[in-house]
């Protein structure tokens, strides 16, 4: 586990279980919203999250919270060792979102860019929330299956796996 990615929907506990992980491993982690979006919220321009993205993928290991543009998600995908899916239920998933919110009115949710809105933040989770089963889906675990051949892929589909994966899987 030298180049790990963890990905799943908004709201899925990525975050928590990257930081938790990076503590376990020691390996750094970076969180795709810190070079996806500027400190007020805004993204970046392409070309600079793009050599960013690059320059942590070319280390010599690195874990990377988040989904970002399709094209990094799936160069992530073919250059890490360990791919790590959240795919909890889409209820579970909007529950999550929602109790976010409600605790980042009094403190910064976990991984969540510096000035971001946390409510714009959740009602951007809650529109990709309602677009993800046209990705999130039985055609991306087929294919899921056949980039990880020669790697080691965790799908996580309970908060328990999730809250467990942590000791389960680091020694």
């Known amino acids: 586990m030298k180049k790990v990615v963890v990905f799943g929907k908004p709201g899925s506990g990525k ?3 990257s930081k938790n992980l990076a503590a376990a491993t020691k390996i750094k982690l970076h969180a795709l919203d810190s070079i996806e979006f500027k400190k007020n919220g805004e993204r970046v321009d392409r070309a600079s999250f793009d050599k960013a993205h690059d320059d942590i993928l070319s280390s010599g290991s690195w874990l990377i919270d988040g989904f970002g543009p399709i094209e990094s998600f799936y ?3 073919d250059i890490a060792d360990t791919l790590i899916y959240i795919d909890l239920p889409y209820l579970t998933s909007y529950c999550l979102v929602t109790i976010r ?3 980042g ?3 910064k ?4 860019p510096e000035g971001s809105s946390v409510l714009k933040g959740t009602l951007e989770s809650y529109k990709v929330l309602k677009l993800c089963p046209k990705f999130w889906n039985e055609n991306f675990i087929e294919k899921l299956t056949s980039i990880s051949a020669n790697k080691n892929l965790y799908i996580i589909r309970s908060l328990s796996e999730l809250n467990q994966f942590v000791n389960e899987n680091v020694e």
């Open 15 to 17: 975050s928590t279980l």
């Open 101 to 103: 919110l409600i605790k």
């Open 75 to 77: 160069k992530r995908l």
């Open 105 to 107: 009115l009094f403190i």
């Open 109 to 112: 949710p976990e991984g969540w």
